[in-house]
């Protein structure tokens, strides 16, 4: 069954994510940091771990997450993720991959939504953005080593 979601998933159209953002840019240079609209249950994760993330004002967002790491005073976009608000498995891709396409589904609510942190991200900060939302919001995230 997992594999046929996964196949789903890669077959479904690339329009379903929007624009398809180029890897080493940020996803968007607008995206801001809002608590009162994402809060993460920490600030420092490993690598493999699961992230929830919750959402006080009941954003409407989308599944689809992304995770920029912190280079001078940029944010690299290195990792899609796709969180399991809509019943499956968090996943995730390298952001270079052009063959993963995201469902456009409307998630609303408190979440939480979860996203797993993937077991090659480098120690750092990063920060971890909505990446389909009407307005994308972010919250920093420490990646240990």
Do not use: K
């Not at 699961?50 to 920029?68: A, K, S, T, Y």
């Not at 270079?96 to 609510?109: K, L, S, T």
């Amino acid at each position: 069954m997992r594999r046929l979601a996964a196949a789903l998933l890669v077959g479904a159209t690339l329009a379903g994510c929007g624009s398809v953002i180029p890897a080493g840019t940020p996803h968007d240079a607008t995206a801001v940091f809002r608590p009162a609209s994402m809060v993460a249950d920490r600030e420092t994760a490993a690598p493999g771990d699961v992230v929830e993330l919750g959402f006080p004002d009941q954003m409407v967002r989308g599944i689809m997450f992304v995770l920029e790491r912190e280079v001078g005073s940029t944010w690299v976009y290195r990792y899609l993720l796709i969180s399991d608000a809509n019943g499956g498995e968090p996943q995730w891709y390298p952001a270079d991959r052009d063959d993963v396409a995201v469902e456009d589904v409307g998630i609303a609510g408190p979440g939480p939504d979860r996203v797993v942190i993937p077991d090659v991200a480098e120690p750092g900060s990063w920060r971890l953005c909505t990446g389909n939302a009407g307005e994308n919001v972010c919250v920093r995230l420490e990646i240990s080593g």
